[in-house]
T-cell receptor, first 114, second 115 residues
Framework: GAGVSQSPSNKVTEKGKDVELRCDPI?????LYWYRQRLGQGLEFLIY????????KSGLPSDRFSAERTGESVSTLTIQRTQQEDSAVYLC????????????FGQGTRLTVV | KQEVTQIPAALSVPEGENLVLNCSFT??????LQWFRQDPGKGLTSLLL?????REQTSGRLNASLDKSSGRSTLYIAASQPGDSATYLC??????????????FGKGTHLIIQP
């Protein structure tokens, strides 16, 4: 596609439920990043995928968070047993190589845990 | 640890004025610095990318400068328009991360251009 696409754009879920967020990067971009933006806070880096390599998961906030990427394509971020503190905008970005090249962001998924 | 600070946190100016947004970072060992704008409820739009070897980049009414040794960047907006109203974010890519640890962001400057 022309840009980074994320779905859903908005998600309201009950505390304790699992949610899955999806990101379609720009075609040909090998690098994919997930960030979290809490209200009034800066963007927080979560995880990075490079091609088919296994990601470094140390940036994920807790073991309730997991992420996968299929080849150099779609990525999903899964949050299990959601808590109210998980409420945030989750942003995905892709880049041709890594952070040495320009990052392009999706429109984000606004997650509200009630 | 890299820290990025943006000043001011908020700015309101009349239409037509030229303005400067500031960004500072603590670790000068960076690959690049990128400026973004974020409209309410939207993702980030890339405005300018300055490589560490460059001093400035220009796009239309926007000009970004980089002084890596002092850890500072400025975004200059000429002849501001109401459509420029948004939150402006700067972000740096650390060499120590090898390109793999994501960008480090400031908290942004919330800009309002009064018609």
């Amino acid at each position: 596609g022309a840009g980074v696409s994320q779905s859903p754009s908005n998600k309201v879920t009950e505390k304790g439920k699992d949610v899955e967020l999806r990101c379609d990067p720009i075609s040909g971009h090998t690098a994919l990043y997930w960030y979290r933006q809490r209200l009034g806070q800066g963007l927080e880096f979560l995880i990075y995928f490079q091609g088919n390599s296994a990601p470094d998961k140390s940036g994920l906030p807790s073991d309730r968070f997991s992420a996968e990427r299929t080849g150099e394509s779609v990525s999903t971020l899964t949050i299990q047993r959601t808590q109210q503190e998980d409420s945030a905008v989750y942003l995905c970005a892709s880049s041709l190589v890594d952070t040495r090249t320009e990052a392009f962001f999706g429109q984000g998924t606004r997650l509200t845990v009630v | 640890k890299q820290e990025v600070t943006q000043i001011p946190a908020a700015l309101s100016v009349p239409e037509g004025e030229n303005l400067v947004l500031n960004c500072s970072f603590t670790d000068s060992a960076i690959y690049n610095l990128q400026w973004f704008r974020q409209d309410p409820g939207k993702g980030l739009t890339s405005l300018l990318l300055i490589q560490s070897s460059q001093r400035e980049q220009t796009s239309g009414r926007l000009n970004a400068s980089l002084d890596k040794s002092s850890g500072r960047s400025t975004l200059y907006i000429a002849a501001s328009q109401p459509g420029d109203s948004a939150t402006y974010l700067c972000a740096v890519s650390r060499i120590s991360g090898g390109g793999a640890d994501g960008l480090t962001f400031g908290k942004g400057t919330h800009l309002i251009i009064q018609p």
